[in-house]
């Protein structure tokens, strides 16, 4: 690997004062080139190596970013005085080594999701980072998107109302997955976005799944979360479904959400409608319920790449050292729903209570 001081890489950034904050990447598969594209396009940072086993992809870095080194050895990227921050985008089963290490050798990390394939796993990257005091990001990228961020602020500002319910379907035709199964790799997203949205930890999950597909894992679930306060949460995970389809709806009290990430601009629609619960009077107390139909608007969303934001905010909390909005304690949450739910599918959908007592502010 070539050498790189910091005051040469802060001359590299246009001589800030703070120094460039140098990322290594493993991994160079799906994920990895939109790692790479992100960090060397935000400013502060420069990508000054890249690791994958497959020497073809190596071969695309050197094409597409030629002052990038590269290697076939990750070690190299975990050993190098010359990188200050570790980002994985490995197949999960590698994800709990790499980060152990990262960490071990003084580097801030950042992961792909899931954070690990266990929360046991996950419990040990999170309490490594704190002993060490480095930052830890679980790579929740919809969480940055300019939709889910609209999402997140009409649910803090109360203007939806109490919450009632959430309810997704994530379906496409693939990409079957060998090493995990579809909660794992679709209904992650789902779940890190209900962690940051719901004003409870959940109580308990019940997931049924099947898989048609010889030797392979379920390729078909459906997983239902329970809080508190009579909430709900219902994610639909497919890779058996004859179309794509990113649709979540969320009911409040006061106004419903549609949320649509295959629309090209209008992602987020709002309906001012509701039902209206009242008491009769009559000797049973039977409700009443009217209903309140309103307008249909679309909030401007900031169309900014999601992966482009949360790229930037990695690096504001490595050198702040703020707490980042997907911390490990976020990866650690959404796996041990995961976990859970796999252990409800394999009890036909029992439910599995969720214990919180280990997290800590």
């Known amino acids: 690997m070539r050498a790189t001081t910091r005051a040469q890489a802060a001359e590299i950034n246009g001589g800030e004062l ?17 790692l790479v594209r992100n960090f060397c396009g935000v400013k502060g940072s420069q990508v000054v190596a890249v690791a994958d086993r ?38 999960p089963a590698n994800h709990f080594e790499l980060a152990s290490k990262a960490l071990d050798a003084g580097k801030h990390v950042l992961v792909e999701k899931p954070l690990a394939t266990s929360s046991a796993q996950a419990l040990a990257l999170v309490t490594k980072a704190a002993r060490r005091n480095r930052i830890l990001l ?28 959430y309810d997704s379907v994530r379906i496409n035709l693939g990409l079957f997955q060998s090493d995990l199964n579809v909660l794992w790799d679709l209904a992650v997203h789902d779940l890190a976005i209900i962690d940051s949205l719901m004003p409870a930890r959940p109580l308990s999950v019940s997931a049924l799944g099947s898989r048609h597909v010889v030797g392979q894992r379920e390729n078909i679930a459906y997983l239902c979360l329970r809080f508190p306060n009579r909430q709900i949460a219902h ?10 389809v ?34 009769g009077p009559d000797i049973e107390h039977q409700p ?27 690096l504001d909390c490595i050198r702040t050292g703020a707490r ?22 394999h009890e036909n959908g029992a439910p ?5 007592e280990e997290e800590v502010a």
């Open 324 to 345: 980042p909005q997907t911390d490990g304690w976020s990866g650690l949450r959404v796996v041990k729903i995961l976990e859970a739910a796999e252990r409800s599918m």
């Open 246 to 279: 990113r649709r979540t709806l969320i009911g409040g009290r006061d106004k419903m959400v549609v949320y649509d990430d295959i629309e090209p601009s209008e992602k987020i629609k709002i309906y001012d409608c509701a039902a209206l619960f009242t008491e």
């Open 138 to 165: 679980t790579d929740h990228t919809f969480l940055y998107t300019g939709a889910v961020r609209k999402l997140l602020e009409l649910v803090s500002s109360g203007s939806l109302g109490e919450l009632y319910y």
């Open 18 to 34: 703070r120094p460039t904050i140098r990322i290594g990447i493993i991994g160079y598969g799906y994920w990895g080139p939109n």
């Open 352 to 356: 599995v209570a969720l214990d919180w």
């Open 54 to 91: 497959r020497l073809d992809r190596l071969d695309l870095v050197r094409r597409r970013f030629p002052a990038v080194a590269t290697t076939q050895d990750a070690r190299e990227l975990l050993q190098s005085p010359e990188v200050d921050a570790i980002a994985i985008a490995t197949p």
């Open 288 to 314: 009443r319920v009217s209903y309140r139909r309103g307008d249909v608007w679309a909030p401007h969303l900031d169309m900014t790449e999601g992966l482009q934001i949360e790229a930037a905010h990695f």
């Open 235 to 244: 994610v639909h995970v497919s890779w058996l479904a004859p179309m794509k």
